[in-house]
């Protein structure tokens, strides 16, 4: 059994989680929000007072935060990642940022505490996360993606290698750029139906 762990338990991060934690792994949980972490520890999983206490204890950690500033903070804020992580730790991180914005926070990672990030965004919403049905984007080296992939498996029903750090954002940004289309797009019919 493995010690995985997990920072950030919102509205897709927390059935994310879930489904992780069901499968048998030992999952070790931060998030800023108690309760959320007290949602986790009744379903079996060990609460971390911080990010770093997670990289102590886990090579494989997942983050799920809300924007590229939180990424940055989980990272290099105090008892951030970094303080405790080593060139064995790998974060896949299902953040949706910028590409050159996660291409810069994980070469910084990197040049600190040798840390390998895979960039993993998920697109589906939390009831398709639910039910294990996301689908996912992911950037980085190819080593790095395959030690991801049995993981993210339990929550993600297909997962595309776009190629280096910083592609599986990029892919994901189209994605969003052709739903917003469609979007824009039904409302300009309905207002002429």
């Known amino acids: 059994m493995t010690t995985l762990g997990w920072i950030g338990l919102g509205r897709i991060g927390l059935p994310m989680a879930s489904r992780l934690l069901s499968s048998g792994h030992q999952l070790l949980v931060h998030d800023l929000d108690p309760a959320k972490v007290g949602e986790m520890v009744l379903k079996g999983a060990a609460a971390a007072a911080s990010p770093n206490e997670i990289a102590a204890r886990a090579a494989t950690i997942f983050t ?54 895979v960039d993993a965004p998920i697109s589906g919403g939390g009831a398709v996360g639910v039910e294990g049905k996301l689908i996912g984007w992911l950037g980085g080296d190819a080593e790095d993606v395959e030690r991801a992939k049995p993981f993210i498996a339990h929550y993600v029903a297909k997962a595309t290698h776009m190629g280096a750090i910083g592609q599986g954002q990029l892919s994901k940004s189209c994605n969003q750029f052709i739903v917003a289309s469609t979007i824009a797009l039904w409302s300009q019919m309905l207002r002429y139906a």
């Open 64 to 117: 799920c935060v809300i924007d590229g500033r939180s990424l940055e903070d989980v990272l290099f804020g105090p008892d951030g990642l970094t303080s405790a992580a080593s060139a064995d730790t790998l974060l896949v991180d299902h953040t949706s940022i910028d590409p050159s914005e996660c291409r810069a926070l994980a070469a910084r990672a990197k040049s600190v505490c040798g840390l390998r990030m």
